[in-house]
């Protein structure tokens, strides 16, 4: 019940835009996140599991895993300041990984609306190494 309830919370705060850190997500589609992407500084985050980001994944991407029990942790370890490329299957985890990276203070995040599904639909490489 508590994770359903942390769920919801995060899902309303993805939907309403709002954060206590002052950031917020820019949901991109394909195109938008693929040219968001070309800037090298934007750091591509996969928050599906290893077995999926080893199946293919975008790019220079890094794997931290929603799923893992140890995100938050994983996510606060990095630079808040920087900004970030989330992106997952479907869009469900990015969004709501999106959500608490905002919550937690990070400034600039985008997520891939559509996730792997509409990349690869739309003839975008993933990479296996």
């Not at 040219?35 to 290893?50: F, G």
């Amino acid at each position: 019940m508590k994770k359903l309830i942390a769920v919801l919370s995060i899902s309303a705060l993805f939907l309403t835009g709002c954060g206590s850190g002052g950031g917020d997500v820019k949901n991109l589609g394909v195109s938008a996140f693929a040219e968001k992407i070309a800037d090298k500084s934007i750091i591509r985050v996969d928050v599906r599991t290893p077995a999926e980001f080893a199946s293919g994944h975008i790019e220079g991407a890094i794997n931290i895993d929603w799923e893992s029990g140890h995100f938050e942790a994983d996510i606060n370890a990095l630079d808040k300041t920087k900004s970030y490329a989330i992106y997952c299957r479907s869009g469900n985890r990015s969004g709501q990984a999106s959500a608490l990276m905002v919550q937690d203070g990070f400034k600039s995040i985008y997520n891939l609306k559509g996730g792997v599904i509409d990349w690869t639909m739309n003839s975008m490489t993933l990479v296996t190494k």
